[in-house]
């Protein structure tokens, strides 16, 4: 027993002498990181809404740009065969970055809703624990 009692005391020793050389040793406070979270699903909303409106404007120009009757056929052909290709594919490259951002701000949003209820839910279990201990 008392072989145990010194092989735990040995180990907490070091624990403690190597507690700044840990991977997670430089963790900041819930707080920290929850605020560091919310900053980064901000920036994500402010790109995914740019993206989206990139496509609207690309949406728009594809319009402008479609020849109308009333255009030369010379004109309308050279739009067909230059223009219109290059914007559709370009079209599609913005719609999928955009889906790909908006993807990423449902998971990133969700991660934060999840990280911040398991603190809550820390919070909650440490105040409980005070509470037991005080009767």
Known sequence: M???????????????????KMPGANIKSPQEIIARDMARVKRLKWITTF???LVFIGLIITEIVVPHPKFPDTTRKAVWLLILPTLVVVLKALILISVFFTIS?????RALSIKQI??????????????????
């Open 51 to 53: 993206s989206w409106l």
């Open 118 to 135: 398991h603190i809550r839910l820390a919070n909650i279990e440490e105040h409980l624990k005070k509470m037991s201990q005080d009767k």
């Open 2 to 20: 008392a072989k145990e009692n010194e092989l735990k005391e040995e180990l907490l020793k070091q624990m403690d002498k190597d507690f700044g």
């Open 105 to 109: 701000l449902y998971v990133r949003s």
